[in-house]
């Protein structure tokens, strides 16, 4: 019965691997998170589109349609996600994107396939 | 008193607007929602980097340590959420990534910003 062994060895492939380890898996999988749910989705293109480059939280309510702590709570996560930045002036938070965020995004997707 | 209405309309800045509306954001974030896990994230990077190009569920447990039950869970999410394909060959399934998945994936976050 020996003599199967070579033919298994032969036929076997080489294990498949990802092409990310698992601490990369798991970065981008809470970026890919956090963009996981509409309203994260819209926030974002809000903030990024702005014609000042920034949005004060006062400002992303309307679009959105949804109370200033539901927005405030949504656009932390963006932040927590490294695709936000946030700065206090005075009594408002102003939100912008961060700048090569998306452009790394695209990149860390590409470089998974 | 008339007389700071025009102000007002002066200081008014143009009403913030997403880039993507609501359905088009809801369609994103199942994607993105999709990709918000570890799992699949892995899964998505093995399979598109498989020698084939595809790869079977038997040899997709154990790049990432888990039972084929879980396993074709997260390969169904990722196949509804139009990254990867499925084939039924036989007893098995086959996985491959779905040609332009990525490509229009990058694109749709381009767009956003």
């Given amino acids: 019965m020996t003599d199967t062994l070579p033919l298994a ?3 076997c492939c080489t294990p498949l691997r ?4 698992a601490t990369e898996a798991q970065r981008l999988a809470r970026i890919f998170k956090a963009l996981g749910d509409p ?12 014609p000042d480059g920034e949005a004060c939280v006062c400002d992303l309510t309307a679009p ?6 539901t927005v405030s709570h ?7 996600a490294g695709l936000l ?5 005075g009594r408002w938070s102003y939100y912008a994107l961060l700048p090569g965020a998306i ?11």
Avoid: C, N
């Avoid at 990802?18 to 380890?21: G, I, K, L, N, R």
């Fill in 9 to 11: 060895t032969e036929t």
């Fill in 18 to 21: 990802a092409a990310v380890d």
């Fill in 39 to 50: 309203t994260r989705v819209m926030l974002l293109s809000t903030v990024a589109t702005s």
């Fill in 64 to 69: 959105v349609g949804l109370s200033q702590p």
């Fill in 74 to 80: 949504h656009l932390k996560i963006l932040v927590d």
């Fill in 85 to 89: 930045t946030r700065s206090q002036r």
């Fill in 103 to 113: 452009d790394h995004l695209t990149g860390d997707l590409r470089a998974l396939v």
